[in-house]
């Protein structure tokens, strides 16, 4: 069962029974990115869990396969990593795209992306330092800074 806040998170309650799927939630896959729209990634296997009305009602989604990092710029654009591949979703969750390939240094945390567009990822590789890539076009092609 998961919780909901009104408040920015000052008090949280439980929703109505059966307003969330029933799956494990960790609080790091929760993204709210306004008061309306969210998203969670929990459940065996994984799925999307995605409100539109400020967590009173749930639709699971399905997951491009092995897909465990998501993350979402706006209510409609969201991309899932594996740890090779990255798909973007254009209609919040609905469909998702050809997997792109991904640089094989990145570490084992979502991509984070300002808008449609701009994306940065933290990399590292044994005996190499630490560095970023960078995308212009939405995770088509990356760039090592």
Do not use: I
């Amino acid at each position: 069962m998961g919780l909901r806040t009104v408040d920015g998170g000052r008090h949280w309650q439980r929703p109505v029974p059966g307003s969330v799927t029933d799956g494990l939630l960790t609080f790091d896959t929760l993204q709210f990115l306004t008061c309306e729209p969210g998203f969670f990634v929990a459940g065996d296997p994984m799925s999307l869990h995605r409100t539109r009305d400020g967590g009173d009602h749930w639709t699971s989604l399905a997951l491009p396969a092995d897909a465990d990092m998501v993350q979402f710029a706006d209510p409609a654009r969201g991309w899932a990593a594996t740890g090779s591949d990255l798909y973007s979703t254009s209609d919040a969750g609905g469909t998702w795209s050809a997997p792109k390939k991904l640089p094989t240094d990145t570490m084992g945390s979502p991509p984070t992306f300002r808008d449609g567009s701009e994306g940065w990822w933290a990399a590292a590789a044994p005996d190499v330092q630490p560095h970023v890539y960078t995308t212009r076009n939405g995770g088509l092609s990356w760039r090592r800074l």
